[in-house]
């Protein structure tokens, strides 16, 4: 068990036998009383957010995680193929669950799958990813004093906010933790 002043932004634990991931964390200790802890958690298993109110001392279920190096290969119906790379097993992951990695993922690339037992729950991504420009928009010709910013479409879906001399073909790093443009390639 684990006091709910120690979740952080990352930490997973078990409550109501579902298990959860800490996406953001908020502390208030007003003048008088107990503090209240604030957290806004994924369930890993249904793939819901839930914002959660603890009192200061409470308690929750902390849980071990193990993490595989694996290589994503293909979708297959509602379910994401993977390919562990140290014993070759192939798990698969519902697409409700990963919704908001899938415009991030291209086949070959490699990532991080969390497991609780034998269940696949979550993805790591690299911090950044290289993707190829597939349909973008035309920018105004000489209208670059101003840092103008067009919307590009990428391999994998991702709709990418770019400067202006981005073009299609292009080959763009992209900051997985927001979805923002990092610089071309």
């Known amino acids: 068990m684990i006091d709910v002043n120690d979740l952080r932004k990352g930490i997973t634990f078990e409550k109501d036998n579902d298990i959860y991931k800490v996406l953001e964390y908020t502390h ?5 009383g107990k503090a209240t ?7 890993l298993r249904k793939g819901t957010t839930l914002d959660m109110s603890f009192i200061s001392g409470d308690r929750v279920q902390d849980i071990r995680l193990d993490h595989h190096n694996v290589q994503y290969l293909y979708k297959d119906g509602n379910s994401y193929i993977f390919m562990d790379l140290e014993t070759y097993e192939q798990p698969s992951i519902p ?19 969390t497991f609780f037992g034998n269940e696949p729950l979550d ?7 290289d993707l190829k420009v597939v349909r973008a928009e ?23 906010d770019v400067p202006g001399f981005v073009k299609v073909d292009d080959t ?3 900051d997985t933790r927001n979805g923002s443009y990092v610089t071309r390639v």
């Open 172 to 174: 763009i790093r992209v």
């Open 123 to 129: 993805i790591d991504l690299p911090t950044t990813i």
């Open 138 to 160: 035309a920018s105004a010709k000489g209208d670059t004093a101003t840092g103008v910013t067009k919307k590009v479409e990428t391999e994998t879906g991702l709709i990418v």
């Open 37 to 43: 802890i604030r957290v806004k958690a994924r369930n």
């Open 95 to 113: 697409s409700d669950l990963i919704e908001d990695v899938v415009p991030y993922l291209k086949e070959g690339m490699e990532v991080k799958l």
């Open 28 to 32: 208030h200790k007003p003048g008088r």
